[in-house]
Each structure stands twice: as C-alpha cells, then as structure tokens.
C-alpha cells in the first residue's frame, strides 16, 4: 500500500545534539502525525498537527505541517538516551483519521 | 485499564491454522482500527470500526480476513487457513470519535510457521 517517504532508514546522534526528520509525500493530506515505537509496543502519539503552516511544539519535539500539505518535519533537541526509537510520520486524508505510515526511522543516541 | 489491551501478545500458529486476535479499547471509544505491521514497516490499515459498524473495510488483504465488534466495544479480528505472509504484529487502535488521535495498544505478534 501507499507509504509516506521517510529517510535515511536510520540516524546515529550524540547525546546532546539536535536531530530533525522529514517525511513527505506526493499525496496531499489534512493531518500529519509523528509517533515513536519502543520495541514491543505499540506507536505512542508525540505530535498531531491539523493545519498546514501549523508549528507545534512539545516539549524538547517541535513539528511542522508543511505548506503544500505533503510534507512534514520533526525536530528533536537536546536529545537524551530514551529518545532511542523508532519515529514514524503519518497522514490522514480524511475525518476518520485512517492512517497512512511512512517506513519509520530509527534513532540512536550515543551516550 | 488506562490503555488498549491487545490479546495474545504473542501467537505462533501452524500454516492452515485458523487464528483470533483480540482488541479492548479504551472505555468509551468510538472508532477503532486494526493495522498490520510487518517487520521493519510502517503499520497498514486494515479496517474501521464506528461502534458497531464496519466502516471500512478496504486494507484487508484476502477473504480471509475478518474483524467484529458486535457490542461496539471489544473487537477480533480473525484469520483463516493462515499463511507465512500473514506473519506480523497486528496493532489495534481507537479513539474518541473519528477525528482525535488514535491510542493504539501494543500488539498481537503472529508468526505462521
């Protein structure tokens, strides 16, 4: 099926440092949505932005709703050691909020 | 509980073999959505619950994919004659009502042998 475009597949930082994801798409949406996934559970919601333009912040995660509502990015700051995941973006065309999911990238954190 | 439980969390089942997974929303829920993820994937949808109703139904690969929610609450999702390709977790989710961010519980891990 469909996938939103995530890369690279994989992210190595140091403890401290600031990282930002993108994801994008040649589908236009109405939200996006940044989850993170601890191995053997389930994706846990960081950030749902609604409105194109939209910059919203929680926390140490800032995320940004592109213009052209194909795109998206998260930026993480200061990161920390349980920043370590799997980050997933996704995006819902309509109001039942079914979900289209990029492949994920995996972010490790060097103490 | 405060989450969505998800039943078994894991499940090893033999090629042929019929399987039934279970989903407790969170109390109150309205929607709820049943993806699968396969490894080193993002979740897919396979179906849309509003209460009781199926809604949607449009990600379930094969016929032999069915999902219930006949009080509009607990929810299963069977397969039948499983297959090797059927291997993946399959996550289920609800929300509130259809526009709030889905809550998704952490998993039914099915391997077909």
């Known amino acids: 099926g469909q996938q939103l475009n995530q890369s690279p597949q994989s992210m190595f930082i140091q403890e401290g440092e600031d990282v930002s994801m993108n994801c994008t798409s040649s589908?236009?949406?109405?939200?996006w949505l940044w989850y993170k996934q601890d191995p053997g559970e389930g994706p846990v919601l960081l950030i749902a932005l609604y409105k194109a333009g939209e910059l919203t912040s929680n926390g140490r995660l800032t995320a940004q709703f592109g213009i052209t509502r194909k795109d998206s990015f998260l930026n993480i700051s200061a990161s920390i050691p349980s920043d370590v995941g799997i980050y997933f973006c996704a995006g819902s065309t309509g109001a039942n909020s079914k979900l289209t999911f990029g492949k994920g990238i995996t972010l490790s954190v060097r103490p | 509980g405060a989450g969505v439980s998800q039943s078994p969390r894991y499940k090893v089942a033999k090629r042929g073999q019929d399987v039934a997974l279970r989903c407790d929303p969170i109390s109150g829920h309205v929607s709820l959505f049943w993806y699968q993820q396969a490894l080193g994937q993002g979740p897919e949808f396979l179906t849309y619950f509003q209460n009781e109703a199926q809604l949607d139904k449009s990600g379930l690969p094969s016929d032999r994919f069915f999902a219930e929610r006949p009080e509009g609450s607990v929810s299963t999702l069977k397969i039948q004659r499983t297959q090797q390709e059927d291997s993946a977790v399959y996550l289920c989710a609800s929300s509130l009502v259809r526009e709030s961010p889905l809550h998704f519980g952490n998993g039914t891990r099915l391997t077909v042998t």
């Open positions: 589908s236009i949406f109405n939200t």
